[in-house]
């Protein structure tokens, strides 16, 4: 009896199986990037999606995850967004300059586009000449030193991949696979990229006041007060998004600077040597500074500043010795030490892609 018992369990456990396994299973890329609810912003970043005049939505934000990691948007299937914009990295990189296709060096810095959908000013790069997320992601698939695609190929590449083509229909209600879904996907993900809850924001919005050392405080009092650091880097993402020359890259042999930055693009004399303000948060997860990487730490930063950055002919007025002790420079340190966000979204990294 008992023996009949456990081979007729054995028997429904068999026939259990194998209708499981012949009913479909999601494929493992879908099982790594299910559609999830966009996340919350985290203290510190008061905006909301709904402020924006197109919200992300769930289904792009999925679909723009994968592209962001997918190599094969690179010419030669060796780079994603992500190969310059490591979350681990707070979506920067820990190295002076960018390595594009082939081993190529760029001349630029990758900056941090955390907290970026809700900018004061619709400048990207370090010379604004992007107006938008979507407009800026187009840059790099294109630029031979970045990942030295042409768009056109990037979306035959793509529209050859069947997978994607029902997660384009989620996204964007048909299947069609085009450069201005692409990139919108893209920058729907890009804008779920948030940091926040640091210490910083603990202490300040939430009062508690063991959330951060003396010398943080100490620090915040100099950032606000006698060092002006807040003329430029303001408001919850530490940036005023507007270009100023603080002196970095000058030449001063040569009277010039090695990258004009804005001035490139607006060739108004004011813009010599002028570059994006970028944010401060988790800024100490990704040395070396500036858009040179030419500052190895952020206490050579404020050392620079510290005697009123390089003199040249466009500084920016706002920019003046500042004449703080030692231990100044170490809280200004303490105070951005204390931006890196214990909630930041956007940070799976993915490995499996629809094919
Ligand atoms: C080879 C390295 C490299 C790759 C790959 C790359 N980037 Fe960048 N990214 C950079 C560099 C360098 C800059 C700054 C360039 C400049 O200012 O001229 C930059 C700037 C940006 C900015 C501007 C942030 C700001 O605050 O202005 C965003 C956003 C961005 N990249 C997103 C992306 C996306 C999305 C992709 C994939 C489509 C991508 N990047 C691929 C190197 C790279
Ligand atoms: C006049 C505006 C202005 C003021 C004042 C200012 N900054 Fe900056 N800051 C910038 C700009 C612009 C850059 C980028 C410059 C570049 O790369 O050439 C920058 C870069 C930085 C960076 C590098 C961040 C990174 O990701 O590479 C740090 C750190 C920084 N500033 C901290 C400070 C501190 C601390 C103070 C106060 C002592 C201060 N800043 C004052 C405009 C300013």
């Not at 810095?109 to 809700?118: G, L, Q, T, V």
């Not at 006041?209 to 650091?229: E, H, I, N, P, W």
């Not at 430029?232 to 993402?237: A, I, P, V, W």
């Amino acid at each position: 009896m008992l023996k009949h018992a456990s081979a007729l369990l054995l028997a429904v456990g068999l026939a259990l199986t194998a209708a499981c396994s012949s009913r479909p299973t999601a494929p493992a890329w879908e099982i790594a990037n299910p559609i999830e609810p966009l996340p919350p912003p985290p203290l510190g970043i008061t905006a909301s999606f709904t402020d924006l005049k197109e919200p992300p939505t769930p289904a792009r934000v999925r679909l723009g995850r994968w592209l962001y990691f997918d190599k094969r948007l690179s010419g030669d299937g060796t780079l994603s967004c992500a190969s310059c914009h490591d979350p681990a990295d707070g979506f920067s990189l820990k190295t002076a300059v960018a390595t594009g296709i082939r081993g190529q060096h760029g001349t630029r810095k990758p900056p941090s586009f955390e907290n970026e959908a809700w900018t004061l000013y619709p400048y990207f790069f370090w010379d604004g000449r992007a107006a938008s997320l979507e407009d800026q992601a187009l840059g790099p698939i294109a630029n031979p030193v970045e990942m030295g695609n042409t768009h056109a190929h990037m979306v035959q590449t793509l529209q050859a991949i069947p997978a994607y083509a029902p997660y384009f229909a989620q996204a964007f209600g048909s299947p069609a696979i085009t450069q201005d879904r692409i990139v919108h996907a893209i920058a729907d993900y890009e804008r779920t990229v948030m940091s926040g809850n640091s210490p910083y924001d603990r202490w300040r919005l939430k009062r508690d006041q063991s959330a951060v050392s003396a010398s943080v405080k100490r620090g915040y009092d100099l950032f606000f007060g006698k060092a002006g650091c807040d003329q430029c880097h303001l408001g919850q993402n530490f940036t005023d998004n507007r270009f100023h020359n603080v002196g970095v890259g000058w030449d001063p042999a040569a009277k010039t600077f090695k990258d004009e930055g804005r001035f490139g693009i607006t060739h108004q004399a004011a813009d010599h040597g002028a570059f994006k303000t970028p944010t401060l948060r988790d800024v100490v997860l990704h040395p070396p500074y500036m858009h040179d990487g030419s500052f190895a730490t952020l206490r050579q930063v404020v050392e620079h500043y510290n005697k009123g950055g390089e003199a040249n002919p466009w500084l920016d007025p706002k920019v003046q010795p500042l004449h703080l002790t030692d231990q100044d420079v170490d809280d200004l340190v303490a105070l951005m030490e204390s931006l890196t966000g214990d909630t930041r979204t956007g940070t799976k990294v993915l490995t499996d892609f629809p094919y």
